[in-house]
């Protein structure tokens, strides 16, 4: 993690401490969190995220065994229907 350093008014401060403690999270964690939603309202998807989700998946889905060599076909025909 980067360490960096924001200022919040008083009123912003003092919400978010009731909020971590209500949520048994740190302030810092609450931020990140904020930034991540903030991140992904705007369309913008995190590579690592993306890479890892496709790892796990890799091997677990079902398809014609020749579906690399021929996915052009597939593709026409889902296409067609």
Known sequence: MI??????????ARILKRIAAREKKSV???IRLSVDALI???????RGDLRQKAIAAA??????????????????????Q
Do not use: V
């Open 59 to 80: 091997g677990r889905l079902k398809g014609p065994e020749n579906l690399a060599a021929n996915h052009d076909d597939y593709l026409s025909e889902a296409y067609e």
């Open 3 to 12: 360490r960096t350093q924001i200022q919040l008014t008083s009123e912003q």
């Open 40 to 46: 992904h309202s705007n369309g913008i998807d995190n």
């Open 28 to 30: 810092s964690e609450l």
